[in-house]
Nanobody, 122 residues
Framework: QVQLVESGGGLVQAGDSLRLSCAASGRTFSRFALGWFRQAPGKEREFVAGINWSGGGTYYVDSVKGRFTISRDNAKTTVYLQMNSLKPEDTAVYYC???????????????WGQGTQVTVSS
């Protein structure tokens, strides 16, 4: 069983950057797709980005394309979310999740981490 622990959140100003990390335990890390989701107060959880097992396939929701980059290091069993040009509407709790075969499909993800807060001030 894989456990996920997110880190790297914080309070930043609009236009700043943050890099989120999600460390995973478990030997089967490299077999799974990984994803980042976010949930803002009063809103449903949103699928932000996904990456396949090798890192060769990625998915982004339209609102973050060109600003966010998902990557993974299977040797370090860690997935990252580099967030540039942050906007106040990016404010949310960010969660990483373990996926199945379809890294672009939110419904395939589960096994959530505890989340890390990202707050972007205007």
């Amino acid at each position: 069983q894989v456990q996920l622990v997110e880190s790297g959140g914080g309070l930043v100003q609009a236009g700043d950057s943050l890099r989120l990390s999600c460390a995973a335990s478990g030997r089967t890390f490299s077999r799974f797709a990984l994803g980042w989701f976010r949930q803002a107060p009063g809103k449903e959880r949103e699928f932000v980005a996904g990456i396949n097992w090798s890192g060769g396939g990625t998915y982004y929701v339209d609102s973050v394309k060109g600003r966010f980059t998902i990557s993974r290091d299977n040797a370090k069993t860690t997935v990252y979310l580099q967030m540039n040009s942050l906007k106040p509407e990016d404010t949310a709790v960010y969660y990483c999740a373990l996926g199945g075969g379809r890294y672009y499909l939110a419904a395939d993800f589960g096994s959530w981490g505890q989340g890390t807060q990202v707050t972007v001030s205007s």
